[in-house]
Each structure stands twice: as structure tokens, then as C-alpha cells.
């Protein structure tokens, strides 16, 4: 018997964000820190750090907190500012890194005056631009930053204050963002304590069979082309998902998978997956769809050993692990 024509997918395989890795779902650890973000605009809280290690997707969770202030503020524009690492600081240096930021055409042209001034043109011109009075930095690895950077952005915040635009600081980086804000405390350099680390919270990898649901969730649910019907998990599998297949369903055994891969390979600790290796992982598997659909398909426990297998989780804690001793020792 001949196996039915395929389901008319709405756009060509090679364009889907999950063959360009270009696409964001939703984990418990972003949700916690949409909270946290949304709390801080409603209640205009200036500043709030959120650290974490640096494998477990705070860059991700940074893109995909931007896109949802986009659908449900859309008038804020936020911006996302990576810290430099630089031996030696320069004022103009860190001007140009927030210009390069914004968008601005010249961010190394000028003064260190000049370019203070360009930065706050800028931002003011997009808030305007927009009809808002507030605009958002997420500062990505910001345990980068010295003492000066952060009384440099502190003059950005008041001079903007003045112009009567508000804005709000995200300060995501590693642990060490922790113990800066605990010398700054010690040190009586509370202003920028008050200004940018009012809150904080810790970000976390996927650390329960729950998180895992929650990731494979939004596979089942996003999609793509946005209101077009055709979640990930439909877009590789129609014909499972028309049967009934769903990956949330499978997240006993993601995490099965993965638990037993981080006890054969004897890791340290308790088990937190990044969010690259479980993308991965996840990844993997819908891919087997454009081959293996069918109404029958179903995803076993050896398919997700597989793939947990080969995403690199094992490999990469290994190192983190030989890294760690070589720093103890």
C-alpha cells in the first residue's frame, strides 16, 4: 500500500529556524527571569542581576526575554550590549561597544564627550521614536565590567533620566557577578548596587523531569510561521502529531536519558543541562521526522539515549569538570 502524499508544510524546510537554528523556546529558568523582568519595569526598578555559568544559556535566555517584551511592550526598545573583554579600560572604548550596541552609524567616530553625547542622541531619538520612556539594556558577560564602566552607565542612566526617558539595566553574566556585587556592598560603592543590582536571581540549566516538559512543551506549541498552525513538533512529524504525538509526552524519558548519561560518566553533582545540549538533543530527533513520519511513529527510550548520546552534554561537562581541577590545583 502506497503511504500518503505528505501534509503541504507552510515554507520550505531549509527555511525553518529549527534547520537555522535561529528559533527560542521557552524553559522554567527564562520564565523565572521574565518574571523577574517584568516585575522590574511594572515597579520601574532600575536594575537587576541575574548570574549564572556560563554554559547554561543566559545569551539565549536574553534574545528570547527581547522577544517577548517586543510582543507584549512593544513600544520599549531594548537592546542587547555585550561586554568587552579589554586588558586595559578606555571611556571611548566603552562608549563605542554601547554605540555599536544601538545601532548607531559611527560608534568609534568622536571624543569621549562626543560619543556620550551620540549614545544619549540615540536613545533618545528611539524612545521618541516609539512613544516610550523607557528603554532597555540586557548586558550580556557584565561581570566584565569595572568599577569606571559602571559609573560610566550610571551617567548614561541619570542624563537620560533628565531627558525623561527611564532606563532599565539587565546585568547577565558568571558567578564573579555575585562577588563584584558583594564588593561593591563592602567597598560603600552602594550607588551601583541600588542602580543596577537591586534584584537578584540565579539562572539555572534544565534541572528536573518538570523543566524538561516545559522545554518540549514549546516545541509542541510555537509556531512557525506564527499563527500558521504548524507547531515544530507538527512541522517534522504531521503525521505522528496528527496521531497524537507530543513531545512534552516524552519528557520522562529526555530526562531518563540524560540522567543516566551524567551517572555512567561518573559527572560531579547534580544533573543542570545546558540548554545547547538539550536543543540538541531535542533537535535530533524532530530531524528523524523528515525520514521516519509515519501514523505509527513513536520515540522509544534507545532514540533518546541516542541522541542524548552524541549532543555533546557528556564531553563538555568532562572538560568543565578537568578545567575546575586544573583552576583547584
Same mark, same amino acid.
Given at each position: 500500500m502506497s503511504r500518503p502524499t505528505p501534509f503541504d508544510r507552510p515554507i520550505a524546510r531549509d527555511c525553518h529556524p529549527l534547520s537555522r537554528r535561529t528559533y527560542r523556546v521557552a524553559t522554567a529558568a527564562i520564565e523565572n527571569c521574565w518574571m523577574l523582568v517584568s516585575k522590574c519595569l511594572q515597579y520601574r526598578i532600575p536594575g537587576a542581576l541575574i548570574y549564572g555559568e556560563s554554559r547554561l544559556g543566559k545569551t539565549y535566555a536574553i534574545e528570547y526575554l527581547r522577544m517577548l517584551i517586543q510582543r507584549e511592550l512593544p513600544a520599549v526598545p531594548t537592546f542587547h550590549v555585550q561586554a568587552e573583554h579589554k586588558v586595559s579600560r578606555s571611556e571611548g572604548a566603552f562608549f563605542s561597544c554601547l554605540l555599536r550596541a544601538v545601532r548607531h552609524p559611527e560608534p568609534d567616530a568622536g571624543r569621549n564627550s562626543g560619543k556620550r553625547k551620540a549614545l544619549h542622541d540615540r536613545l533618545l531619538a528611539v524612545a521618541e521614536a516609539q512613544s516610550s520612556s523607557t528603554v532597555v539594556f540586557f548586558c550580556d558577560e557584565a561581570q566584565r565590567y569595572s568599577l569606571h564602566e559602571y559609573e560610566?552607565?550610571?551617567?548614561?542612566?541619570?542624563?537620560?533620566?533628565q531627558s525623561g526617558v527611564r532606563l532599565t539595566t539587565f546585568l547577565f553574566g558568571q558567578e564573579q557577578l555575585c562577588d563584584k556585587r558583594?564588593?561593591?556592598?563592602?567597598?560603600? #560603592?552602594?550607588? $551601583?548596587?541600588?542602580?543596577?543590582?537591586?534584584?537578584?536571581?540565579?539562572?539555572?540549566?534544565?534541572?528536573?523531569?518538570?523543566? !524538561?516538559?516545559?522545554?518540549?512543551?514549546?516545541? #509542541?506549541?510555537?509556531?512557525? &510561521? &506564527?499563527?500558521?498552525?504548524?507547531?515544530?513538533?507538527?512541522?517534522y512529524f504531521p503525521y505522528a502529531f496528527d496521531a497524537g504525538l507530543r513531545l512534552e509526552m516524552c519528557a520522562p524519558l529526555?530526562?531518563?536519558?540524560?540522567?543516566?548519561?551524567?551517572?555512567?560518566?561518573?559527572?560531579?553533582?547534580?544533573?543542570? $543541562? &545546558?540548554?545547547?545540549?538539550?536543543?540538541? !538533543?531535542?533537535?535530533?530527533? =524532530? =530531524?528523524?521526522?523528515?525520514?521516519?513520519?509515519?501514523?505509527?511513529?513513536?520515540?522509544?527510550e534507545q532514540r533518546w539515549s541516542e541522541v542524548v548520546k552524541h549532543c555533546g552534554y557528556v564531553v563538555s561537562e568532562q572538560a568543565v569538570e578537568r578545567n575546575a581541577r586544573g583552576l583547584g590545583s
Amino acid at each position: 500500500m502506497s503511504r500518503p502524499t505528505p501534509f503541504d508544510r507552510p515554507i520550505a524546510r531549509d527555511c525553518h529556524p529549527l534547520s537555522r537554528r535561529t528559533y527560542r523556546v521557552a524553559t522554567a529558568a527564562i520564565e523565572n527571569c521574565w518574571m523577574l523582568v517584568s516585575k522590574c519595569l511594572q515597579y520601574r526598578i532600575p536594575g537587576a542581576l541575574i548570574y549564572g555559568e556560563s554554559r547554561l544559556g543566559k545569551t539565549y535566555a536574553i534574545e528570547y526575554l527581547r522577544m517577548l517584551i517586543q510582543r507584549e511592550l512593544p513600544a520599549v526598545p531594548t537592546f542587547h550590549v555585550q561586554a568587552e573583554h579589554k586588558v586595559s579600560r578606555s571611556e571611548g572604548a566603552f562608549f563605542s561597544c554601547l554605540l555599536r550596541a544601538v545601532r548607531h552609524p559611527e560608534p568609534d567616530a568622536g571624543r569621549n564627550s562626543g560619543k556620550r553625547k551620540a549614545l544619549h542622541d540615540r536613545l533618545l531619538a528611539v524612545a521618541e521614536a516609539q512613544s516610550s520612556s523607557t528603554v532597555v539594556f540586557f548586558c550580556d558577560e557584565a561581570q566584565r565590567y569595572s568599577l569606571h564602566e559602571y559609573e560610566w552607565l550610571r551617567d548614561v542612566h541619570d542624563e537620560l533620566a533628565q531627558s525623561g526617558v527611564r532606563l532599565t539595566t539587565f546585568l547577565f553574566g558568571q558567578e564573579q557577578l555575585c562577588d563584584k556585587r558583594a564588593r561593591f556592598q563592602a567597598s560603600g #560603592d552602594t550607588q $551601583i548596587v541600588k542602580r543596577f543590582m537591586v534584584e537578584t536571581l540565579r539562572f539555572r540549566g534544565v534541572c528536573s523531569m518538570e523543566d !524538561a516538559a516545559t522545554c518540549l512543551k514549546s516545541y #509542541d506549541e510555537h509556531e512557525y &510561521p &506564527p499563527g500558521s498552525g504548524w507547531s515544530f513538533t507538527r512541522y517534522y512529524f504531521p503525521y505522528a502529531f496528527d496521531a497524537g504525538l507530543r513531545l512534552e509526552m516524552c519528557a520522562p524519558l529526555l530526562w531518563a536519558a540524560f540522567a543516566v548519561a551524567h551517572q555512567n560518566a561518573t559527572l560531579a553533582g547534580a544533573v543542570e $543541562i &545546558p540548554m545547547e545540549y538539550f536543543s540538541r !538533543a531535542v533537535e535530533a530527533v =524532530l =530531524l528523524d521526522g523528515l525520514t521516519r513520519d509515519a501514523v505509527d511513529f513513536k520515540l522509544g527510550e534507545q532514540r533518546w539515549s541516542e541522541v542524548v548520546k552524541h549532543c555533546g552534554y557528556v564531553v563538555s561537562e568532562q572538560a568543565v569538570e578537568r578545567n575546575a581541577r586544573g583552576l583547584g590545583s
